[in-house]
């Protein structure tokens, strides 16, 4: 069974920056693409940043320039840098990988918890 866990939201004032983590964990064949999407209330889910396995990398306009999406492949871990953290940024940010648990298996698609990043003065 896959996991992946998330850590790293909170609360931060504008211009400032946080650091979200997340790991995945269990049985898992291989990685594919990983990345960073988020939910505002009463908006839809939307894609923040994602890298490849190979380290390509993708971001929503409203992030670029900001925010820098990175990964450990010997980990199985990603990382969302936010920096000049501005107020619409609220959201909760949700970790998304694609994953082969096992050799053979189709790829899967999982998602973590989620972690609240709160941008307020």
């Known amino acids: 069974q896959v996991q992946l866990v998330e850590s790293g939201g909170g609360l931060v004032q504008p211009g400032g920056s946080l650091r979200l983590s997340c790991s995945a964990s269990?049985?898992?064949?291989?990685?594919?693409?990983m990345g960073w999407y988020r939910q505002a209330p009463g908006n839809e889910r939307e894609l923040v940043a994602s890298?490849?396995?190979?380290?390509?990398?993708n971001y929503a306009n409203s992030v670029k320039g900001r925010f820098t999406v990175s990964r450990d492949n010997a980990k199985n871990t990603v990382y969302l840098q936010m920096n000049v953290l501005k107020p619409e940024d609220t959201a909760v940010y949700y970790c998304?990988?694609?994953?082969?648990?096992?050799?053979?298996?189709?790829?899967?698609?999982?998602w973590g918890q989620g972690t609240q990043v709160t941008v307020s003065s």
């Open positions: 890298v490849t396995q190979g380290g390509s990398t």
């Open positions: 998304n990988a694609g994953i082969i648990a096992t050799m053979g298996d189709g790829l899967g698609d999982y």
């Open positions: 269990g049985r898992i064949f291989r990685i594919y693409t």
